[in-house]
T-cell receptor, first 110, second 112 residues
């Protein structure tokens, strides 16, 4: 079955800097890759997703890139703000339930 | 529209008691998932329902855990003879098929 690895497990950046979180997956049939943000005490919420027919998708300060050949995808957050501090989860699926990475705890230092 | 709802939001129980956690998915969503999240940890998959198919129970940690989904909508997760290690937040999610999942607010279970 699918296996998703996520790195780093923790990440600290200065406010205004960029943050990058990387995930790799094992199943070449996977074609859907969402990212979730979970603030402390809150539910995970979808922030951006990408499907395998595109290589990059942007939404304001957030972007996701996908390399199907290498089987990895990344989340990029530019101009980080304190409210970006949260745990971020990547996931992958290909017609089966999502498989989640273990999460990255991002801290944005003001 | 209404999102995924879960009840109760908090549950405190004594070791050995049974508990039932409820999930109301988004109307029309055919897939429903249960996860467990211990403090500061990731999402541990428990069980998955899709339409009228047999549920995928591969993530249930022991036979004390069971779940039902009645009428293809509401789901109940039951934990029998609760243990202290069952303390966690139990999250439910639903999706229109098998991709984007929308999470409920979770039930925080504390076993004393």
């Amino acid at each position: 079955g699918e296996n998703v690895e996520q790195h780093p497990s923790t990440l600290s950046v200065q406010e205004g800097d960029s943050a990058v979180i990387k995930c790799t997956y094992s199943d070449s049939a996977s074609n859907y890759f969402p990212w979730y943000k979970q603030e402390l005490g809150k539910r995970p919420q979808l922030i951006i997703d990408i499907r395998s027919n595109v290589g990059e998708k942007k939404d304001q300060r957030i972007a996701v890139t996908l390399n199907k050949t290498a089987k990895h995808f990344s989340l990029h957050i530019t101009e980080t703000q304190p409210e970006d501090s949260a745990v971020y989860f990547c996931a992958a699926s290909g017609g089966t339930p999502l498989v989640f990475g273990k999460g990255t705890r991002l801290s944005v230092i003001a | 529209g209404a999102g995924v709802s879960q009840s109760p939001s908090n549950k405190v129980t004594e070791k050995g008691k049974d508990v039932e956690l409820r999930c109301d998915p988004i109307s029309g969503h055919t897939a429903l998932y249960w996860y467990r999240q211990s403090l500061g940890q990731g999402l541990e998959f428990l069980i998955y329902f899709q339409g009228n198919s047999a549920p995928d129970k591969s993530g249930l940690p022991s036979d004390r855990f069971s779940a039902e989904r009645t009428g293809g909508s509401v789901s109940t997760l039951t934990i029998q003879r609760t243990q202290q290690e069952d303390s966690a937040v139990y999250l439910c999610a639903s999706s229109p098929w098998e991709d984007t999942q929308y999470f409920g607010p979770g039930t925080r279970l504390t076993v004393l």
